[in-house]
Structure formats: structure tokens, C-alpha cells
């Protein structure tokens, strides 16, 4: 089945351990982003991927780390995790930015 | 930078009426529009998207036309149904820049 899994789903943290959210896609797709969602806000690029080993900001990239060493994962690292970093992320992959994205089911953070 | 604006919500409407929700967006080249659905508890589903001035997307029985003189790319639908409730986000992507999504609007259906 054609996915995009995070991992975990739910997270509850404190402030300053640092933290890592997950994302492997099995479709080949090139193109991988991070979104965080905050109520009236809707969703916001934090970084994005077009392929392995190139990474860019979004609007939001401060307080937040990437890598992309394979094609199929997208972690998304917390260095010093902050109270104003709690919201609901989401993965999602396509094969290019014009194309579909397909998203994962999200990972709800809470830093206290 | 590039932005999408979209009609505040909640929006609640009675099954069958019809549905319209505004999106107006400001962007530098010649980007591909979008609508996304957010079904509760899920992450977003593609609906419907546009690449290019006076392109028609559709999907289960929603469309949106992409309209350069107004920048706008208004989502419809002729019947609503109760399974359509849901949040709505209006997005866009422009060559080399960001994925650039809408505040969304949320729908209600009343049976």
C-alpha cells in the first residue's frame, strides 16, 4: 500500500530534550516536506526536500533541523525543543512540488 | 512572498444547498493552484488543482477555476452532502518558492 508513515503519533516532551519525528514514503517520490498546523494558521512549510541530500527552508524553519540521506526517509529533528514548537505536524511526499502530495497522518507535539 | 487568502469559516450549510468557498492568492511567476481536505482526525487529501490560467479542476462533483484576471480559484460544489464536512485549504506552488497553503475553512453539512 502507497503511504506516508510518521512516527509517533503522539508526543509529549519538555523543554530542551531534544526530539525526532520520522517520516519514511514508499512511492520513489522525490519531493518531501514538513508542515506544522496551528489552529488559524493552516499549514506551514517548515523545510522541504527535492531529492537526496538537498534540503531547503520553508517559512518556518527556525528551531528545526532535516536531513535526507535516503530517498524514502525525511526525519525531522528538534534540537531544544520550545513551548511555541507545540502543534501538529505532518509529512508529505509527491514527485514534485506541482504534483499530488500524499501526507502522513501527523504527529501531534506537545512541548511543556 | 507568496500568500493564499481564504473566506473565514465556520461555514454551515444544509444537505444539498449549494456550496461556494473564495480563495483569492498573490504570487510573483505563474504557480499551480490547489485544494486540499482535511477529514477529521486525517491528514490532507488532494481534491482538485490547476496548473495554468483558465484550467478547470474537478473531483467528486467539486470544482474550481483557475482565474489569472482575479487571482482567484473559488471551490464549489452544486450539492452538498453530509460526508463533505470537513476543513478546505486553498493552496499554491510557484516555481522555486515555498508550498503556500490557505488558513482553511471549515465545513459543516446539516442533514
Known amino acids: 500500500e502507497a503511504q506516508v508513515t510518521q512516527n509517533p503519533r503522539y508526543l509529549i516532551t519538555v523543554t530542551g530534550k531534544k526530539l525526532t519525528v520520522t517520516c519514511s514514503q514508499n512511492?520513489?517520490?522525490?519531493?518531501m516536506s514538513w508542515y506544522r498546523q496551528d489552529p488559524g494558521l493552516g499549514l506551514r512549510q517548515i523545510y522541504y526536500?527535492?531529492?537526496?541530500?538537498?534540503?531547503d527552508k520553508g517559512d518556518v524553519p527556525e528551531g528545526y533541523k532535516v536531513s535526507r540521506k535516503e530517498k524514502r526517509n525525511f526525519p525531522l529533528i528538534l534540537e531544544s525543543p520550545s513551548p511555541n514548537q507545540t502543534s501538529l505536524y505532518f509529512c508529505a511526499s509527491s514527485y514534485s512540488p506541482r504534483d499530488e502530495q500524499f501526507f502522513g497522518p501527523g504527529t501531534r507535539l506537545t512541548v511543556l | 512572498g507568496d500568500s493564499v487568502t481564504q473566506m473565514e469559516g465556520p461555514v454551515t450549510l444544509s444537505e444539498e444547498a449549494f456550496l461556494t468557498i473564495n480563495c483569492t492568492y498573490t504570487?510573483?511567476?505563474?504557480?499551480?493552484l490547489f485544494w486540499y481536505v482535511q477529514y477529521p482526525g486525517e491528514g490532507l487529501q488532494l481534491l482538485l488543482k490547476?496548473?495554468?490560467?483558465?484550467d478547470k479542476g474537478s473531483n467528486k462533483g467539486f470544482e474550481a477555476t483557475y482565474r489569472k484576471e482575479t487571482t482567484s480559484f473559488h471551490l464549489e460544489k452544486g450539492s452538498v452532502q453530509v460526508s463533505d464536512s470537513a476543513v478546505y485549504f486553498c493552496a499554491l506552488y510557484d516555481y522555486g518558492q515555498n508550498f503556500v497553503f490557505g488558513p482553511g475553512t471549515r465545513l459543516s453539512v446539516l442533514p
Open positions: 512511492m520513489n517520490h522525490e519531493y
Open positions: 504570487a510573483t511567476g505563474y504557480p499551480s
Open positions: 490547476a496548473t495554468k490560467a483558465d
Open positions: 526536500s527535492m531529492n537526496v541530500e538537498v534540503t
